[in-house]
């Protein structure tokens, strides 16, 4: 953040401010998260119990290398995770392989499914924070929520939509060229730079949609409107017109996510607790972690809003000409 | 069989240089022994059965190669030769109707897009000058693939008597593919392996050994002595098996390399004028001294002292655990960016490894493969099994023995994934050898059992899993069962009886069982030669205080009936009554020994043939608290250590430990959705 312009500094801080004044918020999206999560494991707590209660190694296979457990547990249930060599090969750097798909399991798919349905609950939750911020319009956090449902909803979708495209395009067009083309190169180095390449575009255009996305919902709180498409237009003028702004709030605030999980890992990442206190206390340290993540996230939006606000003003004419004092320039 | 042997002038350039540079004597001037003390043959006093002469040019813009030169096969077995089979593995790369292709579809598209490969004989001719060429035809032994010209068979003249020498006049030409597996080029790089019409092996039975060239197969052929020439422009750096006797310049200005090398199966080279060479000589007391020669490209040059340590450390436990490396050089390739498929692979006195530019030491990367492939030398180069009918004999022993290797002369890997070509390590995870490294047994452990042809397994995953795998896991567990001394004795005395001969299976098997004492066929029966799985589990175990008998007793006068908890007193209150049922429940059946573990500390070993399906114990006692099947670890093929153990009392610790860590990272994945609806890349 000490890199932000001051202007920009002034509003992360005051974004970080109302991130702050709003702690019920932040702390609501933290359960619902972790209810979900609660929700979408609870299946899978008997399995591990039957696993692993009553074997002498189950103290190895939760603190170490864990493949030997997987692979048993791949073995002897797989319609409970799928196949695990599937989830492997959906991560591959080489991108998703959407033929792996079949050879997911039923619940695997269900689980995806699930997942996705609550990324765009998320994004409902968060257009409800955001309709709590304008002060002239100030609503409860449930009402905005309410209120704002249906055209976030839109916006999600077409937000998904766009990122799918645009994805898609930059994969077939360029990853599969790339990486034809990096094969031929005698320079690992080369090769290397040219997948670093695709990552760079690839986060950049997430980040240029995501922008997008997160300014339309500005505007349409800030208008009080849900013209959704309307707002679309306005984000991306928006964005046209302050580039550099937008971009530099969202990647100086997006440089201490890797702070946060640098000290994570090398803090509670490796505690391995043997006991109840000390699985409650990996618990609690655990929610603050996942709180302080959600609350940079909350920062980017409210904090988007300020330079949205911002921009408005320096934009709005004075109601009267200001003259130069004598003598100056 | 000796007295037969003529030295030709191949041989006497081999055996001068040979003397010259080695001459079988270790590093303090002393021949080197096998284990029971007799001297160890040196590469150039062993018969030669098939020896080449061969010139070869190559055009480094086309990939065409010209060859011609002599081929001299010696009849070592006891029936008369009618025939001569011939590899010409380049034919694998000819067109997509080839066997190899068929099992590697994958890999025509790039020999379509950047080239195919291919190789005809042009002549050939014996020393009477009969033109055999006319006769020769294909022949597909294995398929019956009728477009498959992998191999091919010759009719000779006249039949050559047992103990009989022919010499054949040969000219071939070569279209090197793009590498796609093992040989050919990319862009300026080559590597020519498999280039010459090569014979197969002649067993002692007179038949022939010829198999065409699998997707999964590598290779077999007969020892002999190779005096290469290699023609090529100036300006490219050259490396082949051998050592470099002469370099000269062409009329033409091309430079002429020449190679030579006795008691060796196979010649590959390498040429490419961005290859960085270092050199250094391996010395160790005891072992004979030998030159290292690594080309590596220039990218992974600054791994040149990591290649040498691999290379010495291989050189010096091989050598000491299973008899010298003999050959006076040992040249090593690290092959370009997009040419991986010509690294990992063996060859003899000739090896090609590679790595990726970002791997730190804990990967285990390139030490891994260097001491891989460098291990071949013995179990391939010197022990010389079958890679085709019995891969597993070269690949999963070479993959055990390069375990024992790492063990000794490294820390453990650690656990390491690459995201976006990025190594991430797992610094506190360090990987198990062996069972880590075999883990992909533990994924098909009875797809296929290990004694298949290299090209008979299901698929390439099950190739991989049961050659290299099941095999080295297999010889671990032979290890643990007759003790790391025995082991090592066992297997000295097989390296020492076939060095620089073709063992089988059951010489394997019948040489550790002697050596070791232990009869080793019902484990090569059931987990080499069978499929079946190997687990055993503890069913059930319970253990309750032992309640006092209850009922009548005594007679007349005093009988009296005792009812039940009037006896809480007696000592029958402190003892325990445990039952502990094993089971059986893969198709192996090996003895197996079972650990009672008690409240008060003691144990107690139980021993069990295995036979049946199940045993149960009951044992009184103090009060028990867990079983454990296998509790030393013996079985490494056990393909489910799970249920190996089991406790009285569940603990739930750690079953409560991965349901909070799956819950956080499900958890972390929810608010990762949401990065999608609310920037931060976390």
């Not at chain 1, 033929?99 to 039923?106: A, I, M, V």
């Not at chain 1, 990996?282 to 911002?310: K, P, W």
């Amino acid at each position: 953040m000490s890199r932000l312009r001051p202007s920009l500094r002034a509003s992360a801080r005051l974004g970080f401010a109302e991130v702050l004044k709003r702690p019920h918020i932040v702390t609501a999206l933290l359960v619902a998260n972790l209810i979900a999560a609660w929700i979408l494991t609870a299946p899978l707590y008997g399995l591990l119990s039957t696993e692993l209660d009553h074997t002498l190694y189950g103290d190895a296979m939760a603190t170490g290398a864990s493949w030997r457990w997987f692979d048993t547990v791949d073995r002897n249930h797989p319609q409970a995770f799928g196949n695990l060599d599937a989830w492997g090969g959906l991560l591959s750097d080489g991108g998703v392989r959407w033929g792996d798909l079949r050879k997911l399991s039923g619940p695997a798919l269900s689980f995806l499914l699930a997942g996705f349905s609550l990324f765009g609950l998320s994004a409902l939750l968060h257009s409800g924070f955001l309709a709590t911020l304008p002060a002239e319009r100030r609503m409860g956090f449930a009402a905005a929520t309410a209120y704002y449902a249906l055209p976030t909803a839109a916006l999600t979708f077409f937000a998904a939509v766009i990122y799918v495209a645009v994805y898609g395009l930059l994969y077939v067009q360029t990853g599969k060229w790339l990486e034809d083309f990096r094969t031929s190169l005698d320079s690992e180095w080369a090769a290397m730079a040219l997948t670093w390449t695709r990552l760079g575009l690839t986060l950049a255009v997430l980040l240029l949609v995501k922008l997008v996305f997160d300014l339309s919902r500005v505007v349409l709180v800030d208008r009080g409107n849900w013209n959704w498409p309307w707002a679309f237009l306005v984000a991306v003028r928006e964005l046209t017109r302050r580039p550099g702004r937008y971009l530099q709030l969202y990647l100086g605030l997006g440089a201490i996510a890797p702070i946060l999980i640098g000290i994570w890992s090398l803090t509670f990442g490796r505690f391995a607790p043997q006991g109840w206190l000390g699985l409650l206390l990996l618990f609690l340290a655990q929610q603050i972690f996942l709180g302080a993540r959600l609350a940079l996230r909350l920062t980017h939006l409210s904090a988007a809003r300020q330079v949205y606000l911002e921009g408005i003003r320096l934009r709005e004419k004075p109601p009267f000409k200001v003259e130069a004092p004598d003598g100056e320039a | 069989m000796h007295s037969h042997v003529s030295i030709s002038g191949t041989r006497k350039i081999s055996l001068l240089v040979a003397s010259l540079l080695w001459g079988g004597l270790t590093a303090s001037g002393l021949p080197a022994l096998a284990a029971d003390g007799r001297p160890l043959l040196s590469p150039a006093e062993i018969p030669e059965v098939a020896s080449y002469t061969l010139r070869a040019e190559l055009d480094p813009v086309t990939h065409r190669l010209l060859g011609r030169g002599q081929i001299q096969f010696s009849n070592r077995s006891d029936s008369p030769t009618v025939e001569l089979w011939f590899h010409l593995y380049l034919n694998a790369f000819r067109n997509s109707a080839s066997t190899f292709l068929r099992e590697d579809p994958e890999s025509v598209e790039t020999l379509a897009e950047q080239g195919w490969g291919w190789t005809e004989i042009r002549t050939l001719r014996d020393e009477a000058g009969h033109d055999l060429l006319p006769k020769l035809g294909y022949a597909s032994p294995d398929d019956g693939n009728p477009d498959d010209r992998t191999v091919a068979r010759v009719p000779l003249a006249a039949p050559l008597a047992p103990g009989g020498t022919l010499r054949l006049e040969i000219s071939f030409e070569a279209q090197l593919p793009r590498v796609v597996e093992r040989t050919g080029f990319k862009n300026g790089f080559h590597l020519v392996a498999q280039w010459f019409p090569k014979l197969g092996v002649h067993e002692p039975d007179g038949t022939w050994s010829c198999p065409q060239f699998h997707a999964s197969s590598e290779f077999y052929a007969d020892y002999g002595d190779y005096d290469v020439t290699l023609v090529l422009p100036r300006g490219i750096v050259v490396g082949a098996t051998g050592t470099r006797v002469s370099e000269s310049v062409e009329a033409d200005g091309r430079i002429a390399y020449r190679h030579t090398q006795a008691g060796v199966h196979d010649f590959a080279w390498t040429a490419w004028s961005d290859f960085v060479e270092r050199r250094r000589v391996f010395r160790h007391p005891g072992l004979p001294e030998t030159e290292m020669i690594l080309l590596l490209r220039r990218e992974t040059a600054g791994f040149a002292e990591r290649y040498f340590r691999a290379l010495e450390n291989g050189l010096r436990y091989l050598g000491e655990w299973y008899g010298p490396y003999p050959y006076p050089t040992l040249t090593m390739v690290d092959p370009p960016w997009g040419a991986s498929g010509a690294g990992g692979m063996e060859y003899p006195t000739f090896i090609t490894t590679g790595t990726r530019v970002l791997n730190p030491l804990p990967t285990g990367s390139p030490e891994g493969v260097t001491v891989h492939e460098l291990g071949h030398q013995w179990w391939y180069g010197l022990v010389a099994s079958d890679e085709f009918r019995e891969s597993f004999l070269d690949e999963g022993i070479n993959t055990y023995t390069t375990a024992r290797v790492l063990r000794h002369a490294y820390p453990p890997q650690v656990w390491s994934y690459r995201a976006w070509e990025v190594p991430i390590l797992f610094a506190s995870a360090p990987r198990d050898t062996p069972l880590d490294t075999s883990a992909r047994f533990f994924r098909r452990p009875t797809v296929d059992p290990i004694s298949r042809t290299a090209w008979g397994y299901l698929d390439s995953r099950s190739y991989g899993a049961l050659t290299y795998s099941k095999m080295s896991l297999l010889m671990e567990q032979i290890e643990r069962t007759v003790g790391p001394a025995a082991m090592l004795r066992g297997m000295r005395a097989y390296a020492d009886r076939f060095r620089f001969r073709h063992p089988r299976t059951a010489d394997l098997e019948q040489t550790l069982s002697r050596e070791t004492g232990h009869d080793l066929s019902p484990l090569f029966r059931q987990a080499l030669h069978g499929s079946d799985g190997l687990d055993y589990a503890i069913d059930s175990v319970k253990s309750s205080s032992k309640a006092a008998p209850v009922g009548v007793f005594g007679e007349g006068e005093q009988r009296r009936v005792v009812p039940e908890g009037e006896d809480s007193s007696s000592e029958h209150a402190k003892e325990f009554e445990s039952l502990v049922v094993v089971r059986r429940l893969g198709g192996v059946r090996l003895p197996i020994v079972t650990e009672l573990r008690f409240a008060d500390g003691r144990t107690k070993r139980l021993s069990w043939d295995g036979e049946e399906r199940w045993v149960r114990y009951r044992v009184t006692g103090p009060r028990l608290t867990a079983a454990v099947a296998d509790p030393d670890d013996v079985m490494v093929l056990d393909v489910d250590r799970l249920n190996n153990s089991r406790r009285v009392e569940p603990d739930k610790r750690a079953s409560r430990r991965w349901s909070q860590r799956l819950r956080f990272w499900v958890q972390n994945l929810l608010e990762t959705f949401s990065t999608l609806a609310l920037w931060a890349p976390a």
